[in-house]
C-alpha cells in the first residue's frame, strides 16, 4: 500500500522522482536493528516500533528515533523500526542511513555523545602483535572485543561491507568510533579502495582514529593521498595526534613498490600484506604451506625494514586450527614480522603469546643490556658475555624485547634496579653461564 | 473431581516475595530459608497390589494406548505424568492426550518432568479442556500461554529434586504414570539404552514408576524378557504398550555435541576454568558438575586441559553427558560420570558399556527430603542463569521482561554444591543480566558463591575463602555492582522493570516444597 502511494508523490513532487523511502540495517540480526523511513509532506513523524527490549528501553529507542530525525531536520514521516537489542549508536546510525537513502537530511548527521575511551592515544613505537577485524556493518561483535586483548581492533570497511552497505556500514562505524569504549586497544580501521575510501577517512578521521588500513596499496601517490585527506581531516576536527598509516600490499604491482609505499609518509607506521588478494593477483591457489607468497612477504619484511617502519604478517584463515595459527606465527616471527591479523577473537592470545618474548629470550636480553650498559658506565669500549662479544645491533635487538616485555608486564620496570643489585654485589655479567655450545 | 479456580491470596515470603497461600486448591508454606523448614510425616505409598491379578506368564502387553488408560481407570481430573528424557523429541506425551481427547476425559493435569516446543499441541487440549493445567517446566509456546494467563490452573514450576520430593511427599499424587521406553520387556522392565529412541538413563520418571497409582510403559522396542539394564522395574508396571515410534532419535540426542564457537562465550568459559584451577578446587580427586549450554560446556573442556596439564584427576563428574565428558572417563581424568541426562549419542553409547559411566535419579543426586544427596558433595559447579541480582539470587526461569523462558531442571538442586559458580553474560545485546531485584526469584543468593561474566569475576561477600584463595592470582576480580554498572551504562541507564499485572500464572517451588517466588501475568 505505501509504495505506490510513495511513487505517487515522487512524481508529484518533481523531475528526477526523488527516493522517498529509505531503509537500513539488518532484521533480526541481534545487537542491530532494522528501519524504514518514509518522507511525508505533512503529518509529523509517526513512530512504529516493535522492539525486543520494549520492556527495559522501550521508552529510549523512541527518544533516541526523536532525537535523530529532530537532528537530521525531518519533521514529516513515517517511521518503522525492528529492534533486535540494538543499542542507541547503533539505532541512530541506522537511522541517519535510512533518512539519507529516503534523500532527506541532506548535509545533517547527528553524532552520539562521546563514550569512555574516545580520548585515548597512541604511540608510534606500539607493539602491535595483533589486530583484530571487525566487520563494520555486524555491531554485535563490537561491544566485547577489546576484551579479548588484542593489540588493536580494525573496524572494517572495505571486504567484509558489501557493497549496497558501505554507506550505513560507515556512519555506523563512525558512531562505534565515538561511542564504544575499546579499552588499551589501538583504534584502526580499514578504509575501502580509492574515492570511497577517501569518503571514508572524511568522515571517520574526526572520530579519534589511531591507524588507518589502506587497502591494495600500489603506489606511493595513493599513499599520500590518504594521508593528506587524514590530515585534512584531523585538523578540521582539532586533532592535534597525526593520523597513522598501515598500508596493506595485495598485489604484484604493490610488491615492487612495496619501498615507496613504505616510504609515502612519516605517518605509515607499519606495512603489511593481504594474501587473498596477492595469489588471487598471481593466479595461484593460496596454500597452508604458502610457498607462493614467501617472496612477497620477505618483500614487505624488507621494505618495512628499509623504510624503518614494522612489517606485519597477513591473517590466517582456518579459525578452527589453532596449532596450525600457532606454527604460522612462530613462522611470520621467524621471518621478520611482528604482528598479524585476526579474524576471531580465539585467534588472538596464540597471536599475542607467539609475537611475544619467551622467557629465555627475556633472560637472555636482560644479561646482554647489562653487560653493555655495564661496559658503557666502566668506559670500556667492547661489551663481551662470557666469551662472545655483543655487537651494537645485538644490543638494539635485546632492548626491543625488553621494551616488549615491559610493556607486556613480563618483567617489572624496576628490572634494571633488582639486576643492579647482584652487579653491585661484584657479580660480574660477564660470568654469566652460557648456554654449552655457546650460543644464547 | 472437577477443579476450580479459587481467588488467590498472596502473602510474603521470608525473602520478601509475594506467593500465593493457595495453588491448585492446595495449602501452601511460603519460602522459610534454605533450610529454615522442616516437614514430618510419613511419605505417600501406591496402593499395595498382588500379582495374582497380574498375568502370571508376565505379558502385561495391551493393544494400545487407549486401552491401557481404560484399564487403569482414567476419570476426568486426573493427574498422568510423563518424562522428558526425549527432551524436543518426544512423541509420547502428544499421543497421551490425543488419546485421553478421544476417550472424552475432560480436566486433566499433566505432570511432566519437563516440556518442550515439541509439546505445543498440549495447548489445544487446553483449550478443548481435556487438559486443565500443567505442572512442570514451561517454555515455548506453553510458556506463552501460561504467561498470557490462559491456563486455568496455575504453573508449579519445580526442580528435578523437587518434583521427586512433591512425589514422595504426597504434593502431587500420580494416579498415571505414562513411561516412555526406549527398550523394554512385555513384564515392564524398561531402559533408555538400547532402541531406536535410546536416550540414556530413565531415572526422570523413576518415581513415577514408584508412587504411581497405575504405570504404563509405551515402547517401539520390545525385547524378550529381561530388558536390562532395568531403570524400570516391571514390578511396578501395570500395562505395556507397543507403538510404532515413540520418539524423534534426531532430537533425543544430538549426533555430536560442538562447543561453541561465540567468543563472549568462550571467554566466560575460560575465565570460570580459571577461577576453578586458581582457587584450589581443582585438585587431586575432585568433582565438578557443569551444564550442556554453550558456555558451561565450553568452560568442562578449558578444565579438562588445565587438569591434563596439572596432571590432576576428578573422582566424579556429574552429567548431562556429552561426548566431552565421555572423553574425560575414557582417558582417565576421571574416574566415574554419574549421569542424570545424556545428551549425545558418544553419552549414551558410554552408559551402555562402561559401568563406570553410572545413571543417577533425582533421589540420588537431587532430593532434599532424602537422607543427604550427591549434589551437596560435589566441589564445584557451574551453571547459567538468565538474570542475577547485587544480592547474587539468580532467576532461571523468566526472562527479564517477566516472560516463562525455561524449566529450572536440576539448576536448584545443584547450588548445594560447596562452589557455585554462574557463567553468565554482563549483558545480552541490550539486557543487562545483573539487576537490583531478579524478576523471578529461582536461587536465592546464600548458595550461589561466584559470578562469572566477560567484564569481570564477582564473589559473593560471604565467601571470603574464595576471595582470598585467588587473591593475586591475575584473575578479574571485581564488585557485582560495578560490574552492573558498567552493563547499564553501555544498555544506556538503568533498565525499567517489567509492568506486571496482579494475577499470579504459576509459582515456583524451591527444593523443600515451599513457595519461593510467583511468575505474573504480563501485561502485553
Known amino acids: 500500500m505505501a509504495q505506490p502511494r510513495a511513487r505517487e508523490l515522487g512524481r508529484g513532487r518533481a523531475a528526477g522522482a526523488m527516493t522517498r523511502i529509505g531503509q537500513a540495517g539488518h532484521r533480526g540480526e541481534r545487537s542491530d536493528c532494522w528501519v524504514r523511513v518514509e518522507a511525508r509532506d505533512e503529518g509529523g513523524v509517526i513512530l512504529c516500533v516493535k522492539s525486543k527490549v520494549e520492556v527495559m528501553y522501550g521508552h529510549a529507542v523512541r527518544s533516541t528515533c526523536l532525537t535523530v530525525l ?101 556512519l555506523l562505524v563512525r558512531n562505534a568510533l565515538r561511542v564504544v569504549d575499546f579499552g588499551s586497544c589501538e583504534r584502526m580501521v580499514r578504509i575501502n579502495q580509492g574515492q570511497l575510501g577517501l569518503e571514508d577517512v572524511d568522515t571517520v578521521v574526526p572520530q579519534n582514529v589511531h591507524v588507518i588500513l589502506i587497502p591494495k596499496a600500489e603506489s606511493a601517490e595513493q599513499v599520500m593521498a590518504v594521508d593528506a585527506r587524514a590530515n585534512a581531516a584531523r585538523l578540521d576536527a582539532g586533532l592535534t595526534a597525526p593520523c597513522l598509516l598501515m598500508p596493506i600490499i595485495e598485489s604484484a604491482l604493490g ?148 621494551r616488549m616485555a615491559e610493556a607486556l608486564a613480563m618483567v617489572p620496570q624496576d628490572w634494571r634496579r633488582r639486576a643492579g643489585g647482584t652487579l653491585a654485589d661484584g657479580d660480574d655479567v660477564r660470568k654469566e653461564p652460557l648456554a654449552e655450545d655457546g650460543s644464547w | 473431581m472437577a477443579r476450580t479456580a479459587a481467588p488467590v491470596t498472596l502473602t510474603s515470603n521470608a525473602l520478601g516475595r509475594l506467593v500465593p497461600e493457595m495453588v491448585n486448591g492446595q495449602q501452601q508454606v511460603p519460602f522459610q530459608g534454605v533450610h529454615g523448614y522442616r516437614v514430618q510425616g510419613r511419605k505417600a505409598a501406591p496402593p499395595i497390589r498382588s500379582a495374582a491379578d497380574y498375568p502370571p506368564g508376565g505379558d502385561k502387553r495391551v493393544a494400545t494406548l487407549a486401552e491401557a488408560l481404560e484399564a487403569c481407570g482414567i476419570q476426568d481430573g ?36 519437563a516440556s518442550f516446543p515439541c509439546h505445543a499441541p498440549i495447548i489445544a487440549h487446553m483449550d478443548a479442556g481435556v487438559v486443565h493445567h500443567i505442572e512442570g517446566s ?27 520430593q512433591a512425589i514422595q511427599d504426597g504434593e502431587v499424587h500420580v494416579d498415571i504414570a505414562v513411561i516412555a521406553a526406549p527398550c523394554a520387556d512385555p513384564f515392564g522392565n524398561a531402559n533408555g539404552v538400547h532402541g531406536p529412541a535410546a536416550c540414556g538413563s530413565l531415572y526422570f520418571a523413576l518415581a513415577d514408576s514408584l508412587y504411581a497409582d497405575r504405570v504404563i510403559v509405551v515402547t517401539d522396542h520390545l525385547v524378550q524378557f529381561p530388558a536390562v539394564p532395568w531403570h524400570i522395574q516391571g514390578n511396578n ?125 533425582p533421589f540420588t543426586s537431587y532430593n532434599y527430603h532424602g537422607k543427604g544427596f550427591f549434589g551437596t558433595f560435589v566441589d564445584v559447579v557451574v551453571l547459567g542463569a538468565t538474570e542475577v541480582d547485587v544480592n547474587f539470587n ?131
Open chain 2, 237 to 361: 508396571v501395570d500395562y505395556v504398550v507397543c507403538v510404532d515410534r515413540i520418539g524423534d532419535p534426531a532430537r533425543i540426542v544430538s549426533g555430536t555435541t560442538e562447543i561453541t564457537n561465540s567468543p563472549d562465550r568462550l571467554l566466560v568459559a575460560d575465565w570460570t576454568a580459571r577461577f576453578v584451577r586458581d582457587a584450589g578446587i581443582m585438585k587431586e580427586g575432585f568433582s565438578f558438575q557443569a551444564g550442556a549450554g554453550g558456555t558451561t560446556l565450553a568452560f568442562a573442556i578449558y578444565l579438562q586441559e588445565m587438569m591434563k596439564q596439572a596432571g590432576v584427576r576428578a573422582r566424579f563428574v556429574r552429567g548431562g553427558s556429552t561426548n566431552y565428558l565421555v572423553k574425560m572417563l575414557d582417558e582417565g581424568l576421571t574416574d566415574y560420570i554419574l549421569d542424570g541426562q545424556t545428551f549425545d549419542q558418544d553419552g549414551v553409547v558410554s552408559m551402555r558399556e562402561n559401568p563406570r559411566h553410572q545413571a543417577t535419579s
Open chain 1, 70 to 170: 529532530d537532528a537530521m531536520g525531518v519533521r514529516n514521516a513515517a517511521l518503522t523500526v525492528e529492534d533486535q537489542g540494538a543499542l542507541d549508536f547503533v539505532l541512530a546510525a541506522r537511522l541517519e542511513a535510512a533518512v539519507k537513502r529516503a534523500g532527506m537530511g541532506a548535509g545533517a548527521t547527528f553524532l552520539p555523545p562521546p563514550g569512555g575511551g574516545f580520548d585515548g592515544q597512541t604511540a608510534r613505537e606500539r607493539f602491535r602483535r595483533s589486530r583484530l577485524y571487525l566487520p563494520g556493518d555486524q555491531p554485535k561483535h563490537f561491544l566485547n572485543a577489546h576484551l579479548h586483548h588484542p593489540d588493536a581492533i580494525i573496524l572494517d570497511l572495505e571486504d567484509a561491507v558489501a557493497p549496497a552497505e558501505k554507506d550505513a556500514a560507515r
Open chain 1, 255 to 402: 610488491c615492487f613498490h612495496a619501498l615507496a609505499i613504505a616510504s609515502a609518509s612519516p605517518n605509515v607506521v607499519a606495512l603489511t600484506i593481504g594474501l587473498e588478494d596477492y595469489t588471487a593477483d598471481l593466479g595461484v591457489e593460496r596454500t597452508a604451506e604458502g610457498r607462493e607468497s614467501l617472496w612477497a612477504r620477505q618483500v614487505v619484511v624488507n621494505a618495512a625494514r628499509a623504510a624503518g617502519v614494522a612489517p606485519s604478517d597477513s591473517v590466517f584463515s582456518d579459525v578452527s586450527d589453532l596449532e596450525g595459527l600457532r606454527a604460522a606465527v612462530l613462522e611470520a616471527e621467524a621471518l621478520g614480522f611482528e604482528g598479524k591479523g585476526c579474524i576471531h577473537p580465539k585467534q588472538v592470545p596464540v597471536v599475542n603469546a607467539g609475537f611475544a618474548p619467551t622467557p629465555e629470550e627475556i633472560a637472555k636480553a636482560q644479561r646482554i643490556v647489562l653487560a653493555f650498559e655495564d661496559a658503557t658506565q666502566r668506559g670500556v669500549g667492547v661489551v663481551a658475555l662470557g666469551s662472545k662479544m655483543v655487537d651494537a645491533p645485538v644490543v638494539k635487538r635485546a632492548l626491543r624485547t625488553l
Open chain 2, 78 to 113: 486426573m493427574t498422568l505424568s510423563t518424562h522428558h528424557h526425549f527432551r524436543n523429541g518426544d512423541l509420547v506425551a502428544n499421543m497421551l492426550f490425543d488419546a485421553c481427547g478421544k476417550l472424552g476425559k475432560r480436566d486433566l493435569m499433566w505432570f511432566p518432568s
Open chain 2, 138 to 164: 514451561l517454555n515455548g509456546p506453553l510458556g506463552d500461554y501460561c504467561t498470557d494467563g490462559r491456563m486455568r490452573g496455575l504453573g508449579v514450576l519445580r526442580s528435578h529434586g523437587g518434583r521427586w
Open chain 2, 394 to 524: 539468580a532467576n532461571v526461569v523468566t526472562h527479564s521482561d517477566g516472560r516463562l523462558l525455561h524449566g529450572i531442571g536440576g539448576w536448584q538442586n545443584c547450588l548445594f554444591a560447596k562452589c557455585t559458580v554462574l557463567a553468565v553474560p554482563a549483558m545480552r545485546d541490550r539486557i543487562p543480566v545483573i539487576v537490583d531485584d531478579v524478576t523471578t526469584l529461582t536461587g536465592p543468593g546464600d548458595l550461589i558463591d561466584v559470578i562469572v561474566t566477560e567484564r569481570g569475576i564477582a564473589i559473593n561477600p560471604r565467601r571470603g575463602d574464595l576471595r582470598e584463595a585467588v587473591r593475586g592470582k591475575g584473575l578479574p576480580i571485581r564488585d557485582i555492582r560495578d560490574i552492573q554498572r558498567e552493563a547499564e551504562q553501555i544498555c544506556g541507564g538503568r533498565p525499567r522493570p517489567p509492568r506486571r499485572s496482579h494475577q499470579v500464572v504459576a509459582a515456583v517451588k524451591w527444593v523443600d516444597g515451599t513457595l519461593l517466588d510467583s511468575v505474573w501475568k504480563a501485561e502485553r
